[in-house]
């Protein structure tokens, strides 16, 4: 029998919810008709019936109201809160709100401590509360809940009425990060309440393991859903599916299991959401999220109007069925100043951490401020948390009443006034900027569907068999008297608002320098007419608006084309709305998209995901899907841009607006095309080509899936052959969508062994080596290393490209990609200071070697001494001019083809060294001694017996040079039969650099029996009297 009973309860239970749901569906119309907000009216309705419990006679209506209260407050946030959270945070926009991430938490948390603090104190001081009705714990705990904010209803208003996109995603996020520090900060404050409180550190530490405890959690979970969703992404099923229960488990996880530390379930969930909403939506195909989208409305419609039942119902019953003994009168009147304390003490917080909040990001004006703490709708949340306070055993009935008089007039007060007048402020004090010129827009878009009307309405008035029909009936029915109505209504209001802004544009015209200067010329009768230059800023920001909404439609255009996928539409869209809110200014959505995608901390993120086996396919996934994504928005990007700028000729505008318009779409098409040029396919070249392999394959099936669609409509192909060849096409797009890249882990041993510096080292020295080095990860402007540094390390490419440049040598800036080598030059100079400063073009991956075990490694091997040598000759020539002459003026690939025509040599010293032509790279040499001739100058007498010090350039002459080495000499010689091809690079190369330089300098110096055609240059470099070695020289 009591098996039955509970079954009986719980069937009362679930049908409690279905009547809720039946009687939010009915207000839902009702409200459509009058101005009051849907979360107010049902509320209201939940009142109502908790006020007329007792005068309820029939039994099973009776027990399903008592249901409604008896539901324990944990099982409430449990069984609805949860989803209700979750849908808020997983619809944030994410890509926004990371650009707003420091003045969210400025707003979140400093700004609760503030208000509640206010509203505390305001309660013992100023409305005079004694500790019978409000001790100072509770009274701070008072102040928490009713600072907490609905995110949903909060955003829908906004929405709703035309705020800025940024302004909403600043709400948004602030009200999201508000929701877990109110929690956390309420349990922390009940515990003061109940005399239970500890240390301040105590407590301090305990709130924020509720928090990152809690964030651990959702992200865990959020890993794991991220990677389940990739798998079944193509099931709008199971995809629902999964995103419910993982919004469940992660709050029951969080809330129910030990898991050796503490934790919350809401804050669990709300970064579940965010998480989600960051990594899972890039994966969720773009037939899933529309069902997707309409199941989690419906959740959020379906849990707000349970909990305001509930809440309802209980308020009604507590306060006003059984008469509480504990409300006076006068806490009526207090609880109306009390609402306007709450809204100046939120305004009083905003206004104290406003300077703060403009050090980060964009700047928020007063407007916007006052907005910001009057638009902070109290909801669902904050009366879940009410009910779990005042079902607190440990509060006494006076407190608890009391408690929740207050925040129930306090949710009905701002569901009313505030979100019945936020639409009006934000009309009236000219926050959405644009509401004019898409006014306008408006207008024109009726004017055209009125003709368009009319134009039907006359062909079918011509067809004789249409004689009969009651023509201003139709006229009626098909709107054409209300789109008149509209129209003159419309035309009206744009009138009156243009006329009032073009007198008070004048009069600011007048008062300005500019404005008085010219009316005083035009008294003189100096000037008959004032032409200014510049376009007038109205029609430059209409025309702009109507700009960006043409640029909507191109992007939909290449959407419906499958030249993008639904993600990247959405995101370019956002990317308007972005220009749109700052349509007064110049388009900037390049900046908004550079945002999103150029993310260091996320790049260092995935690459310390890496180093972890078991999660290292994750991160790849996450790598891929990033970088995938950015490929297509920005690439969808230029292209749109491109088509506008071919089209904004058509437009009937005049030539300035025009040339405005395509320069400043130009600038932002530029920077797009610099950045997926200069990073994406530098930084990430093996994924950029299996993306674009990907994307070749999936423009194959897509069209393959038209020709199957045509072919059925034609009638050529049954449902049934339709449907079997379509299921076979789809199983290709789900494999093509499913490929993935694999990022290994690669060794530092793997990379450096196919280098060909080390390619003659063996094994067991490159293990070595590879112990001794490390990879590091630069992130794009960062440098590398500076000029004028300690000269410590050696580095090596394997990732990305650099941009090397020296103050020493105006002529070198090289940039230089995978495997090739910085500070090379370093290992040949053995200098203390670095020549050049180095920093990364793009994302940027080396492996840094110790310089002096690089010169220790130098020294033992002749390869490498080759090498490196035939690497540093080009920045050699450029730091060294003087020392290398003519290799100055040659270009680095003329310079590597004349290297081929080199030996690399090396002679003890006291050795006799012959050649035809050849540079010296180190050491010294004396001429060999021999019977002078008489004819040489006495000049060439004097230097016979010094020394020449390397680097020192030989070139091809008559006769061979004869030197005896003074020490260990390093050389590159020329290969004699092929000096003609090497006077063909020299010559080519140095006709080109004069017509680029125009230079003026007479080389015309000679000197006795060298060939003036010989090595393409015109003099022969001799050593000077004071000829030093390199390093002592320069260092």
């Known amino acids: 029998m009591s098996e039955h009973l509970e079954v009986a309860q719980i069937a009362i239970v679930i049908f409690f919810i279905f009547i809720a749901l039946t009687i939010g569906g009915i207000v ?71 650009q707003q991430i420091m003045q969210i938490f400025v707003l979140s948390f400093p700004s609760l401590l503030i208000s509640a603090s206010l509203i505390c104190l305001g309660l013992k001081l100023l409305f005079n509360y004694s500790d019978e009705f409000y001790s100072w714990g509770f009274a701070f705990v008072f102040g928490v809940v009713v600072t907490c904010t609905d995110t949903f209803q909060v955003v829908k208003l906004l929405s709703n009425a035309e705020a800025p996109k940024r302004f909403i995603s600043l709400v948004q996020g602030e009200s999201l990060i508000n929701n877990c520090a109110s929690i956390v900060l309420m349990l922390i404050a009940v515990n003061c309440a109940r005399g239970d409180c500890d240390l301040l550190t105590v407590e301090l530490s305990y709130g924020i393991s509720l928090l990152l405890g809690g964030a651990f959690v959702g992200v865990m979970f959020g890993f794991f859903t991220v990677w389940w969703i990739r798998r079944v992404n193509h099931n709008s099923i199971l995809t629902i599916n999964l995103t419910i229960v993982s919004a469940y488990v992660t709050y029951f996880v969080a809330e129910s299991v030990d898991l050796g530390f503490t934790k919350n379930g809401l804050v669990a969930v709300i970064s579940l959401g965010l998480f989600m909403s960051a990594f899972s939506k890039i994966r969720i195909r773009t037939e899933v999220e529309h069902p997707l989208q309409i199941f989690w409305q419906y959740i959020q419609f379906a849990n707000e109007t349970i909990i305001f039942i509930i809440t309802g119902v209980t308020c009604g019953y507590k306060i006003f069925d059984q008469q509480s003994p504990y409300i006076r009168k006068q806490d009526y009147i207090n ?19 406003l300077p703060t909040i403009n050090l980060y990001g964009q700047q928020v004006k007063m407007s916007e401020a006052i907005l910001f703490s009057y638009s902070g709708t109290r909801g669902a949340v904050q009366l879940m948390l009410a009910l779990l306070v005042v079902k607190e055993p440990s509060f006494s009935d006076q407190w608890s009443d009391i408690f929740l008089f207050h925040t129930t007039f306090i949710v009905i007060l701002t569901m009313l006034i505030n979100g019945s007048t936020i639409p009006l402020y934000i009309k009236f004090s000219g926050l959405c900027a644009t509401a004019q010129y898409r006014a306008k827009v408006r207008l024109n878009f009726l004017q055209e569907m009125k003709e368009q009307i009319e134009f039907k309405l006359n062909q079918m008035k011509e067809d004789y068999k249409q004689k009969t029909i009651d023509w201003n009936k139709v006229e009626f029915f098909s709107g054409l008297a209300e789109a008149n109505q509209q129209i003159q209504q419309k035309d009206d209001k744009l009138s009156k608002k243009q006329l009032d802004e073009d007198f008070k544009h004048k009069k600011e015209k007048e008062s300005s320098i500019v404005g008085r200067f010219q009316k005083l010329l035009k008294s003189k009768g100096l000037q008959d007419d004032y032409n200014d230059d510049d376009v007038d800023a109205d029609n430059i920001i209409e025309t702009r608006d109507r700009f960006l909404m043409a640029l909507k439609q191109t992007y939909w255009d290449l959407y419906s084309q499958n030249q993008c996928g639904g993600k990247a539409y959405n995101l370019l869209i956002e990317s308007v709305r972005w220009d749109l809110d700052t349509v ?19 790049m260092r993120f995935l690459y310390n995901l890496n180093k972890f086996p078991i999660i290292r396919r994750f991160s790849g996934d996450l790598l891929f899907d990033w970088v995938a994504i950015g490929y297509e928005v920005i690439s969808t990007y230029v292209r749109a841009h491109e088509e506008m700028e071919n089209m904004i000729e058509e437009f009937p505008i005049n030539t300035t607006l025009k040339k405005k318009l395509s320069k400043e779409s130009k600038e ?62 789809n199983y290709f797009v789900c494999n093509v969508e499913d490929i993935r890249p694999i990022w290994p882990q690669i060794s530092i041993h793997s990379k450096l062994k196919v280098l060909p510096l080390f390619s003659e080292f063996n094994e067991d020295l490159l293990r070595q080596l590879a112990l001794q080095s490390k990879e590091l990860l630069f992130d794009k402007d960062e440098c590398i290393y500076k000029e004028g540094d300690l000269t410590r390390y050696f580095y090596i490419i394997t990732r990305g490209r650099v941009n090397e440049t020296s103050s020493g040598s105006s002529n070198f800036s090289v940039s230089k990609d995978i495997g090739q080598l910085l500070s090379c030059h370093h290992i040949v100079l053995e200098s203390t200071l670095y020549i050049s400063q180095v920093v990364a073009a793009s994302l940027v991956e080396v492996i840094q070697i110790e310089i ?28 060294y001019p003087k020392e290398f002459q003519i290799f100055s003026l040659v270009d ?50 004097d230097c016979i017996n010094e020394s020449l010090t390397g680097p020192l350039l030989f070139p091809f002459i008559n006769q ?10 390093s050389f590159f010689l020329f290969d004699d039969t092929k000096k003609d091809e090497i006077m063909k690079l020299i010559q080519t190369e140095r006709s080109s650099e004069r017509r680029r330089t125009r230079l003026q300098t007479d080389l015309r110096f000679s000197v006795s029996g060298v060939n ?9 470099l001799r050593p000077s009297k004071v000829n030093l070695d390199i390093n002592d020289s320069k260092h």
């Open 335 to 353: 609880t109306v100043f009390l609402y306007l304390y709450i809204l100046l003490s939120k305004f009083i917080s905003v206004l104290l951490l």
């Open 892 to 941: 680095k690939e003329s310079i590597e083809n004349i290297l081929t025509f080199a030996v690399f040599k090396k002679y003890s010293a006291q050795a006799n060294v012959s050649f035809q032509a050849g540079i010296l790279l180190q050491g010294r040499l004396i001429e060999a001694k021999q019977e002078q001739k008489v004819d040489k100058d006495q000049s060439d007498e």
């Open 584 to 602: 007064e200014g110049r388009m900037c959505s390049w900046d908004f998209i550079y945002n999103v995608f150029y993310s260091p901390i996320y």
């Open 668 to 729: 932002n098409r530029t920077n797009a095309e610099n950045f997926i040029e200069g990073y994406f396919y530098v930084s990430f070249p093996e994924i950029i080509k299996l993306i674009q392999t990907k994307k070749s394959a999936q423009g194959c099936l897509a069209s393959q899936g038209k020709y199957l669609l045509r072919k059925y409509e034609l009638g050529e192909l049954d449902f049934q052959q339709y449907q079997k060849l379509k299921l076979q096409l």
């Open 28 to 98: 839902s119309e009702i409200t459509k008709k009058i101005m009051i907000p849907y979360p107010a009216a049902v509320f209201l309705v939940g009142i109502l019936i908790g006020c007329q419990f007792n005068n309820i006679h029939n039994h099973l209506l009776h027990r399903t109201v008592q249901a409604a209260f008896n539901i324990d407050a944990n099982s409430n946030m449990t069984l609805f809160l949860p989803a209700l959270v979750f849908s808020s945070a997983f619809n944030a926009d994410i890509y926004i709100m990371k």
């Open 1012 to 1020: 003036r055609q010989s090595f393409g240059f015109s003099y022969l």
């Open 852 to 879: 002096e075990l690089m010169v220790s490694l130098y020294k033992q091997s002749l390869y490498m001494q080759d090498f490196v040598w035939r690497d540093s000759i080009f920045s050699l020539s450029r730091f």
């Open 960 to 969: 061979t040079y004869s030197y005896q080495s003074e020490s260990v000499c």
